[in-house]
């Protein structure tokens, strides 16, 4: 996978997770095999659009892309995957924009399989550069698919109001910068935690 510099946003910032996820075939098809898709409001609760909380990490970086989670309406069973995902991206957005992999507490909602490698070399290259990403994310979630102790996640991830920024704060071109990013996620319950096992971009559209 592109591992360049010139990220479309987090296009290529996506694809360097993925290289340090593993595969999960099995358990992907498993969770979607089961029930998926939007759920009916009858069985459902709705969430309200918020910013979503900082890395619990005590003393942790402060980070300078926002992310927030649109509404969709969710069962009690769905949500946790769901919140877990938007755990991630908060913590990624955490990593990107202060170049703090290790403060970002990226790695505590991973499985240790997927670990954060990925992610470490895009920080690292980042802080190369004296670049950092800022704005804001939306985690627009599609649909959430259970199977015990796996469940897969489908979401786009807005990205319009990113944008990558120089030592200066001043925005740095992306050319092709994709937008919206389809990304489906594998997760697994570990430990009384649902952990992101697993990430793929496409397979839907947005």
Known sequence: M???????ALTTAAALVLAGCGSAPDRHAAAK?????????SASRAKPASPSPAP?????????????????????????????????????GTAVSTRDLQGSGLAEVVTSKTGVAG??????????????????????IRSVGMGGDTATVD???????????????????????????????????????????RIQQGGFTC
């Open 2 to 8: 592109r591992a360049t510099m010139a990220l479309a």
């Open 56 to 92: 619990t990490r005590s003393g942790g970086p402060r980070s300078l892309l926002a992310v927030s989670e649109a509404p969709i309406e969710l069962s009690e069973t769905q949500q946790p995957p769901a919140d877990a995902v938007v755990a991630y991206w908060t913590r990624y």
């Open 155 to 197: 979401a786009c991830i807005d990205q319009s109001r990113s944008r990558l920024t120089d030592a200066n704060g001043n925005k740095v071109a992306e050319p092709g910068k994709q937008n919206i990013l389809p990304i489906a996620h594998t997760l697994v319950h570990e430990h009384g935690h649902w952990l992101i096992d």
């Open 119 to 140: 992610t470490g070399k895009l920080v690292d290259a980042l802080a190369a550069k004296n670049q950092r990403y800022r704005g804001k994310l939306v985690v627009n």
């Open 33 to 41: 095999a089961s029930a998926s898709a939007r759920p009916s409001a």
